[in-house]
């Protein structure tokens, strides 16, 4: 199935929160529909391939979803008709992220890890949008646009 591209968006969405779209058993599963229902624009949710690499890792791992793994083949028909509803893009690297990212990483003390977090943050950044994640870790990044969901909690 060919992916959607688009230019600027308002909504990121971090790894969480599509974990628990794809996921009705997910603890957030209903906050994230609910967030979702309130999306209605054309191409106004953003997600890059690393967080659909995280939904995949996360989904597909008998240690981290037990009995309610997914194989590779179901996640793909999950991505399939995700990417079939115009309110979702897969988007590239924004031209001034290798900047932003490095600038971002390189801002933590020595010690302090500057990893996937940091990268989804300055993705957020240079595109412009808010990201929306149920981690209130994100809080950390001062030029970030953010929406914590509701009922979630620092990670």
Known sequence: MPEKTHGTMACFVDV?????????????????????????????????????????RILTRPSIMKQDVLSAKTFWRGWDKLMVDDRFALVDEPPSLSQTWRALSTSFPKGQCAETDVYLAAFAIARGDTLISFDAGFKKFANLSFELLSGATAN
């Open 16 to 56: 969480n929160v599509l974990v628990a779209l794809f996921h009705e058993r997910h603890q957030f599963s209903e906050r994230a529909i609910d967030w979702l229902n309130t999306q209605d624009a054309h191409a106004s949710i953003a997600i890059c391939r690393v967080v659909q690499l995280g939904v995949l």
